[in-house]
């Protein structure tokens, strides 16, 4: 234990001693003063001695990084812990697909030692913010080496004629690849590099934590992968607003179909919206899902045109407050597992 440690574990029990002596030897008023005394000296012995402090290293400052949205956010503080202060572009609760950034973002970024994304496509506002605010720190793609989920445009009947996340090519990438844990493990190492790259002499240290997140990452996706085993093929259909959880879905074999494609901020049109009740009657979908910053009103919609219910809320693309369940990557997964198990179970 270090002696920093040791005091401050220490003082509490030296003041019940103290407390302890004045009460089994009362010494009159000379002996209370004495104990008083006392009491005060060993409260007030500074937390560092001298010698030691002097033999401290020099603490190298807080890394000033930034990360593109809250899920992420969430992600390089458990790896950074203290020795990083993250700033969040797209806060908990804000869509990340029709975020505008603001001078405050800016200003952030010119500060900023590293910068978080998450890649694929999905920050397509974050060029623009880059050349506006002279960023000049390291950019680290969290989702680099995951094997990217296409998807054909020309399959969603509902995505006809739109064009997700400003591509106009007949395939897109599906940018959510944080909802597999397994990705989770990647973005995890990822970060520890981006920040070991920019703060050499706490690499270790990074990598550490690195390697401490990504264990409890493996124990949550057992317990999902467990408890999800239960439920029965034909109830592993379910609908939600927009096409975040492909990854979730390929890695516990639940079919996602989604109302308005890979981006948030599409508006369906009234024969897209036809196309896809006919398909949520057709597949038999067990039930429909909200989104935690989605649509509530086309889920609605087409629980009242289909008759499917409502089984809960999910969360896509960003964070519930901190003191919620699903206030933390981790707490998100597990959230959103709990929702889909309890709808599903037959
Ligand atoms: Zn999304």
Do not use: C
């Not at 010119?110 to 397509?124: P, R, S």
């Amino acid at each position: 234990m270090r002696v920093s440690e040791w005091v401050r574990v220490s003082q509490p029990r030296l003041f019940w001693n103290v407390m302890y002596m004045r009460k089994k030897s009362p010494r009159g008023l000379a002996g209370s003063l004495f104990g008083l005394l006392l009491m005060f000296l060993l409260l007030s012995v500074p937390v560092l001695p001298a010698w030691a402090a002097s033999q401290a290293p020099a603490p190298t400052p807080v890394l000033q990084v930034v990360a593109s949205f809250s899920i992420l956010a969430d992600m390089v503080g458990e790896v950074g812990g203290d020795y990083v202060s993250v700033t969040t572009l797209v806060g908990a609760g804000t869509d990340t697909h029709s975020f505008e950034p603001s001078p405050r973002d800016s200003a952030a970024m010119a500060q900023a030692k590293v910068l978080f994304v998450n890649g694929l496509g999905f920050e397509t506002w974050l060029p623009r913010l880059i050349s506006a605010s002279g960023f000049k720190g390291v950019q680290v793609i969290a989702s680099k080496g995951i094997t990217p989920r296409m998807l054909d445009v020309g399959q969603e009947a509902h995505s006809k004629g739109k064009k997700p996340n400003g591509h106009s090519h007949g395939s897109v990438v599906d940018p959510h690849a944080w909802h597999s844990l397994v990705n989770g493990m990647l973005y995890a190492r990822n970060i520890a590099e981006g920040l070991a790259q920019a703060d050499p002499p706490r690499a270790e240290i990074y990598r550490a934590r690195a390697d401490d997140y990504i264990k409890q990452m493996k124990k949550l996706d057992n317990e999902v992968r467990h408890a999800l085993a239960s439920i029965p093929a034909q109830r592993r259909r379910v609908v939600t607003t927009h096409d975040a959880f492909g990854y979730f879905g390929h890695d516990y074999g639940i079919e996602f179909i989604s109302i308005v494609g890979l981006s948030n901020d599409a508006e369906p049109s009234a024969r897209d919206l036809a196309s896809i009740v006919d398909l949520v009657k057709r597949r038999h979908a067990s039930a429909l899902f909200l989104e935690n910053a989605g649509n509530s009103r086309l889920i609605e919609q087409v629980a009242r045109e289909t008759g499917v219910n409502v089984g809960g809320t999910l969360y896509s693309d960003s964070l519930g407050q901190p003191d919620e369940p699903a206030g933390t990557y981790l707490g998100l997964i597990k959230w959103n597992a709990g929702q889909l198990i309890y709808a599903l179970k037959p």
